[in-house]
Nanobody, 115 residues
Framework: QVQLVESGGGLVQPGGSLRLSCAAS????????VGWYRQAPGKQRELVAE???????VYEDSVKGRFTISRDNAKNTANLQMNSLKPEDTAVYYC?????????WGQGTQVTVSS
């Protein structure tokens, strides 16, 4: 079992930056692939970025070059640095940990990009 708590969301102007954090507890965090997903109103939840146990990363095309995912296994945390934010990045962002058939979600944090 893994418990996840996201933080760092908020309101930011276009072109600004935010850093989301995901704090994990309850299991061996380093054994899980960690992903950040987002869901905008009326849209399906989509993968934004993912980092494997070995540190390999994957990014959704629209965030490549702007977002960076990282993890600190010693601190049981994962971060999503978001730069050059656009209004279309507005969504609820969720942290996910998965391993085999097991998948755990945080409660989400709202990111709003607006002037």
């Amino acid at each position: 079992q893994v418990q996840l708590v996201e933080s760092g969301g908020g309101l930011v102007q276009p072109g600004g930056s935010l850093r989301l954090s995901c704090a994990a507890s309850g299991s061996i965090f380093r054994a899980y692939t960690v992903g950040w997903y987002r869901q905008a109103p009326g849209k399906q939840r989509e993968l934004v970025a993912e980092i494997t146990t070995g540190g390999s990363t994957v990014y959704e095309d629209s965030v490549k070059g702007r977002f960076t995912i990282s993890r600190d296994n010693a601190k049981n945390t994962a971060n999503l640095q978001m730069n050059s934010l656009k209004p279309e990045d507005t969504a609820v962002y969720y942290c996910n940990c998965r391993r085999g058939v097991f998948s755990y979600w945080g409660q989400g944090t709202q990111v709003t990009v607006s002037s």
